[in-house]
């Protein structure tokens, strides 16, 4: 009965002690882990919300990037952080890719982290260097064909969501592209700008400007539909490849264990965030679809994109050690 009676007060104890940390928190800065290169839609879309978080709750909180290996360096950092609510993390889809590539991966996109909100997505499109001689998917398609092994591609890094797109493209239009891995989508872009190499599957945060401006060219959206902001542009569906979609999703997670005190309380600062109307208007003119979710809702997502990728890496037989 006594051993009883202890176990029962340190229970008591625990949980006091985490609703006292949740209502001091944040005593000191919290670090954002943005496990990409600056300047890449996740960075855009992180540092926009860590500024109006740093106003909401009091504390500076510091962008970290740390990019490389499919966005897995930076989500192994924050998984192996105290689960105190001071080291979060800009996730994106990419880490339920990884979770069907790496073998040796350190961490489990749907244990090793505490959700804490959906943030919102961000399309892509398939933009090309002007020098490319096809100004259509359809086009592509034909010159891909004439010339197999001979065009090449750049992608975010090995795992990431544009190496998959182009995975799915090559697979469904039936064409031989030559993959170009970056560490992340700024050095793919200035590569593609160069001209060294043809084509990238890119977020249109980063892309569409350079679209705009007539540095690149865009053949096609990723999506069921033409984008609001940009009608001019088909869809890749439209341009042969039926059905091609793959969706391209950000949430803010904590370390596992972090208390769920302080989840709901980072939650609702999230949403905040999301909904000031400086951030919409700046997100939304860059491609961004600013979007919050329940922590749960997170779970759900990640456990249903790791069964889908997972179809995909099998089909293609991607391999990454």
């Known amino acids: 009965m006594k051993l009883l009676t202890h176990l029962v007060a340190a229970i008591s104890l625990c949980a006091v002690s985490t609703v006292v940390l ?3 928190y944040p005593t000191k800065p919290i670090k954002l882990i943005i496990p990409f290169p600056p300047a890449g839609a996740t960075d855009v879309l992180g540092r926009a919300i860590a500024q109006k978080l740093s106003e909401s709750l009091g504390q500076q909180v510091v962008v970290e990037n740390r990019p490389g290996a499919g966005s897995t360096i930076g989500a192994d950092a924050v998984a192996k952080a105290a689960p105190d609510g001071y080291t979060l993390l800009l996730a994106s889809g990419s880490i339920t890719i990884a979770a069907n590539l790496y073998k040796k991966l350190s961490f489990d996109p749907a244990k090793s982290f505490a959700p804490i909100s959906l943030v919102g997505h961000v399309p892509h499109m398939l933009v090309a260097h ?3 001689p096809a100004n259509t998917v359809k086009e592509l398609i034909a010159l ?3 010339k197999p092994g001979k ?3 750049a992608s975010q890094g090995n795992g990431t969501l544009s190496h998959m797109e182009l995975e799915l493209f090559k697979d469904a239009a039936g064409v031989d592209l030559v993959h170009i891995p970056y560490k992340g989508s700024s050095n793919a872009m200035n590569d593609l700008l160069a001209g060294n190499v043809s084509l990238f599957f890119d977020s249109v945060t980063s892309s569409l400007p350079m679209v705009r401006n007539g540095k690149l060219k865009a053949l096609g959206v ?5 984008l609001s902001f940009a009608p001019d542009i088909p869809t890749i569906s439209e341009g042969g490849v039926a059905g091609f979609d793959a969706a391209n999703w950000f949430a803010m997670m904590a370390p596992a264990g972090t208390p769920k005190d302080i989840i709901l309380l980072l939650n609702g600062h999230v949403a905040k965030a ?3 109307p400086d951030v919409r208007q700046r997100l939304a003119a ?3 679809v600013l979007e919050g979710s329940t922590p749960d ?3 759900a997502l990640i456990k249903s994109d790791m069964v889908r990728w997972a179809k995909v890496v099998s089909v293609a037989g991607i391999k990454i050690e």
């Open 22 to 24: 949740a209502q001091q």
């Open 130 to 132: 002007p020098s490319l």
């Open 144 to 146: 891909a064909k004439s």
């Open 151 to 153: 065009l090449n591609a």
């Open 222 to 226: 990723v999506g069921p539909k033409r």
């Open 274 to 276: 999301l909904a000031a």
């Open 286 to 288: 860059q491609g961004a």
């Open 297 to 299: 809702e997170v779970s």
